[in-house]
């Protein structure tokens, strides 16, 4: 992405990165590594108990910002990048069907003016079943951030728009993953559950690997979105 498509600032929603329950210390390191600049996560994000030390430690791993008050890490973050200007990135877990966290409509009253005294251009991840829950977060931050891109539903949609203030949206950027699935997992253990009703094992399918996500061109100095652009690439498969 950077060398092809002049990408300068990525992120990535990992929270399912661990054989999709959760992340790891030693994942997200892989991630850093593979020219991600900042993760963000969701409601998996206690999947694996490791995630504290992670939380503490790494300023570049971001959790919903509208968790109470006193639990460890941070949901936003002023990142400093050569040649760039400086880029805000905030991470917000929607209600709608979802655990109940703080309002994220109310705090993002508040945080995103103390974020925009530092930077024009800010990036929201907005981890949300309810699409119109997201649709209305974007709507309310129109002209006040840079973009929000929804997270979570793993179903890439196709309504990627600038919205006349100058804030890119897309309701969900999709997932990285076997796209020969359901969600990512294994299609015959998920129907069987439908059937049955029974237990099942859901295991991570391997089978066409995509990568979906959204490339958003901003201005520097006003942090205005000019264009948004869908991602949607297929994966060689690893040779042997």
């Known amino acids: 992405m950077r060398s092809e498509r002049g990408v300068q600032f990525i992120v990535a929603n990992g929270e399912n990165s661990a054989g999709g329950s959760g992340i790891t210390p030693k994942i997200a390191e892989e991630l850093f590594e593979a020219g991600v600049d900042v993760i963000t996560t969701g409601d998996h994000l ?7 030390a992670l939380l503490e430690s790494e300023p570049r791993f971001l959790r919903p910002a509208n968790y109470p008050a006193g639990v460890g890490g941070t949901g936003s973050g002023v990142f400093e990048r050569p040649g760039l200007p400086p880029v805000a990135v905030v991470n917000m877990q929607g209600r709608t069907f ?3 966290l703080e309002n994220p409509f109310r705090l993002a009253q508040t945080l995103i003016p ?21 649709i209305a977060f974007a709507r309310m931050l129109d002209g006040q951030v840079s973009a929000v891109i929804g997270t ?3 179903v890439q949609t196709a309504d990627e ?3 006349p203030l100058g804030t890119a949206f897309l309701c969900d950027a999709g997932f990285t993953g076997g796209y020969e699935s359901i969600l990512g997992r294994d299609i015959a253990p998920i129907i069987e559950r439908f ?8 295991t991570v399918a391997k089978g066409d690997i995509r990568l979906h996500g959204a490339i958003v061109d901003i201005d520097e100095t006003t ?6 652009q869908r991602v949607e690439e297929r994966l060689d498969p690893p040779t042997a």
Not at 196 to 202: A, D, I, L
């Open 152 to 154: 979570h539903t793993h």
């Open 98 to 100: 979802m655990a109940a």
């Open 114 to 134: 103390q974020l925009r005294d530092r930077t024009p251009i800010i990036f929201v991840d907005f981890h949300a079943e309810a699409t119109s829950e997201k």
């Open 46 to 52: 206690w999947d694996q108990k490791e995630v504290a």
């Open 223 to 228: 942090g205005r979105a000019r264009s948004i």
């Open 161 to 163: 728009q600038v919205f």
């Open 195 to 202: 059937l049955t009703n029974s237990p099942q094992r859901f």
